[in-house]
C-alpha cells in the first residue's frame, strides 16, 4: 500500500491531449512540416519535449518554439477536461490519508489556471510545475518532504515519468490515457500500468483489503541509573516515544530490537526483558492509517551517548515519572505505566 503517491498532470489527471497537438501542429506548420495525428503524436512525443523539437527543428530555439506554442494552446477549440475517475482517485487518497504531490512540464501559469478551475489544489501537499526534466527533481521531492522511496509511487502516462521513478527509486505507475501509446509505454517497463485512474483505485483497495498487521517491536530503554530514554518524532505526531520498527522476515524480534535500535540511536543494548505487547489499528496518532502489533520490552543500554538518524527529532533521558508529563503516544504512555507498576526500571524510585 502506497503511502505517496506523486502525480503527473496532463494526461494522467487532466485530459489536455487535444489542445497540445493543435497547438503543437500550429507550431509544425510555421516551419512547413506535416501535421501528426493524434497516433502518430502518441508514439513520437515525448519528455523532456526540448529533445521532441530539437529533433523536428534542431535550428530553432526552445524560446522561439514556445513563443509560438503558448497562445496557440490558449485558441485551441478542443477544451481540456479532467479526466474520468481523477476526482474519485483524489478523494479516495484524501480519506485514507494519502499524501499527494504534483510533479509536471506544463507551463506554471496554465497549469495554475487549470488546477484552480477545476478545484483541485487541496488534494495536493505540494506541487511542482513547469519542471523540464523531471528527473532532476525528483530526488529533491523525496528530501524535501520526508518520503520513503518504498512507500511512494509516481503516476504518469509516458515514458519520461516512468523513468523518472525510476531515477528517483519509487515505483511507477503507468496510465493509459495520456500522451504515450501502451505500446511505447510498454517499452519503459514500468512496474505497473493501468487502462485508467479507477482501475488503479481498485487495484490498491484489493492490496489494502488483503495486508496484514505489520509486527514491530520497541524498547524503553532505561540507563540502568533510574533514567529512561525518550525520543520526538514526526512519525507520532511530533510526541514523544520509544524507538523501534518492523521485524524484518527470517529475523527473530530481539534481534530486530537490537539491530532497530542501533540504526535509530546508535545504542547498543545489554539485557533485554520483554514486557507487553499492544495493538495499534489506525491510529489518529499516527503519520498514517496502519495496523502495528507492538512488541515491547524494556532494554538496557551499555552507554547513554545517543546518536538519532533522520527518524527522530530530539531525544531525552528522564526519570519515568517524568516522562509521564511528556506529550507521549498512547502506547508509549501504556508502556511506561505497566513497567513502573512492574518496577521493571532499575534504581527507578531511587
Known sequence: MFRNLIFDWSGTLVDDLGPVIEATNAVLGRYDIPAMD????????????REFYAELLPEVSLEELEAHFRPAFDAALTPVTVLPHAREKLEW???????????????????????????LRHHFEAIYSGVLDKREVIGRILQVHDLVPAETAFVGDMTHDVETARHGGVSSIAVLTGYNHAEVLAAARPDLTVPDLGVLRTLLDRRRSVSRPVATVGALIHDGMGR??????????????????????????????????????????????????????DSPEFMRPAHFILLNYVAHALTT????????????????????AL???QPTRILITDAIQRQLIPHAHA
Open 228 to 281: 529512561v530514554l525518550m525520543i520526538r518524532t514526526h512519525k507520532w505526531g511530533h510526541r514523544w516515544g520509544i524507538p523501534g520498527g518492523k521485524i524484518e522476515r527470517g529475523e527473530s524480534s530481539t534481534d530486530a530490537l537490537r539491530r532497530e535500535i542501533l540504526e535509530e540511536t546508535g545504542l547498543t543494548l545489554g539485557a533485554v526483558e520483554f514486557a507487553l505487547v499492544q495493538d495499534s489499528i
Open 327 to 329: 506529550d507521549l503516544n
Open 93 to 119: 487518497c484524501s480519506t485514507l490519508g494519502i499524501r499527494c504531490f504534483i510533479l509536471t512540464s506544463m507551463d506554471p501559469l496554465a497549469f495554475d489556471r487549470q488546477v484552480d478551475e477545476f478545484g
Open 305 to 324: 551517548e545517543v546518536s538519532l538518524n533522520d527518524e527522530a527529532e530530539e531525544f531525552r533521558w528522564v526519570r519515568p515519572t517524568e516522562a509521564l
Open 38 to 49: 493524434r497516433e502518430g503524436f502518441r508514439r513520437v512525443f515525448r519528455l523532456p519535449y
